[in-house]
């Protein structure tokens, strides 16, 4: 059975810093583009990122370009997602997806709150 | 950036009735478009991929059609458990993902 696992959301300052990460399991996790995608508080979902599977490619939203970071190892089949410089438009659900152009396989989310 | 418009924003269907959703690109994606059903408080769930193909484990009742720039979900006969927000996303021009705003599907 696929699963993702998100961890490491929370409560954070405007201007704070956390680090998301996602567990895969059921599924080679080495083999597969990843990537993160938000959604505020009764909104939409928005993407995020992607990562190839070496980490050798890496794409953003323009919203979170140089403030994010994501990144994976495939000897632990995890996922990251370093978001640092947090405002209040950050403020969402983030969850981690299977998928280059689409989300195949989703996790439950971790909830991101920037809030002072 | 590609635009996704899905239309209407809410639809009120009674249990086993069809529910037709529209989604309109605003430039061509040929037929890479996708669907996701997301019920209150859970992820999204892939529905559909290349505009009318099931994912697994979907049931039949779910079909979705078209090409270019227009696009329908059809729920054959609404299940109870098919209440819910469901999104289209394009993925001919990627990165970024662009999503629809979302169609609500409500008890009528």
């Known amino acids: 059975e696929v699963q993702l696992v998100e961890s490491g959301g929370g409560l954070v300052q405007p201007g704070g810093s956390l680090r998301l990460s996602c567990v895969v399991s059921?599924?080679?996790?080495?083999?597969?583009?990843m990537s993160w995608v938000r959604q505020a508080p009764g909104k939409g979902l928005e993407w995020v990122a992607n990562?190839?599977?070496?980490?050798?490619?890496?794409y953003y939203v323009d919203s979170v370009k140089g403030r994010f970071t994501i990144s994976r190892d495939n000897a632990k089949n995890s996922l990251y997602l370093q978001v640092n410089s947090l405002r209040a438009e950050d403020t969402a659900v983030y969850y981690c997806?299977?998928?280059?152009?689409?989300?195949?396989?989703w996790g439950r989310g971790t909830l991101v709150t920037v809030s002072s | 950036e590609i635009v996704m418009t899905q239309s209407p924003a809410t639809l009120s269907v009674s249990p086993g009735e069809r529910a037709t959703l529209s989604c309109r690109a605003s430039?061509?994606?040929?037929?890479?478009l996708v669907w996701y059903q997301q019920k209150l408080g859970q992820a999204p769930r892939l529905l559909i991929y290349?505009?009318?193909t099931r994912a697994t484990g979907i049931p039949a009742r779910f079909s979705g059609s078209g090409s270019g720039t227009e696009f329908t979900l059809t729920i054959s006969s609404l299940q109870s458990e098919d209440f819910a927000v469901y999104y289209c996303?394009?993925?001919?021009?990627?990165?970024?993902?662009?999503f629809g705003q979302g169609t609500k599907v409500e008890i009528k």
């Open positions: 290349g505009a009318s």
């Open positions: 997806a299977r998928g280059a152009r689409y989300g195949e396989y």
């Open positions: 059921g599924f080679t996790f080495s083999s597969h583009w």
């Open positions: 990562i190839k599977q070496d980490g050798s490619e890496k």
């Open positions: 996303q394009q993925y001919n021009y990627w990165p970024p993902w662009t």
């Open positions: 430039q061509s994606v040929s037929s890479n």
